[in-house]
């Protein structure tokens, strides 16, 4: 049975930084693009960043240069690696893998950018 269970959200002023963590479990990570979405409220889901296999990684112009998706195989664990957060950042972040067919989703870890 695959799950994905993200860490590393939280509270963080403007202009900080944030590492969010979703390990995996049930599934080889390699074989399988991994990404980020996020639900602002009110707002649809929407892809951050993604990653597939042989690391050739996706972003949504919003965040671009200032987050970075990394995987750790051996770990079965993805990254994403928030900086220069802006309050526009402030969401639920989803973890996501997709293989085929089959795709899944994590819990979601909230995001808040306040001062």
């Known amino acids: 049975q695959v799950q994905l269970v993200e860490s590393g959200g939280g509270l963080v002023q403007p202009g900080g930084s944030l590492r969010l963590s979703c390990a995996a479990s049930g599934m080889m990570l390699g074989f399988y693009l991994m990404g980020w979405y996020r639900q602002a409220p009110g707002k649809q889901r929407e892809l951050v960043a993604n990653i597939i296999g042989g690391g050739v990684t996706n972003y949504v112009d919003s965040v671009k240069g200032r987050f970075t998706i990394s995987r750790d195989n051996a770990k079965n664990t993805v990254y994403l690696q928030m900086n220069s957060l802006k309050p526009e950042d402030t969401a639920v972040y989803y973890c996501?893998?997709?293989?085929?067919?089959?795709?899944?989703w994590g819990q979601g870890t909230q995001v808040t950018v306040s001062s």
């Open positions: 996501y893998a997709r293989r085929g067919g089959s795709s899944y």
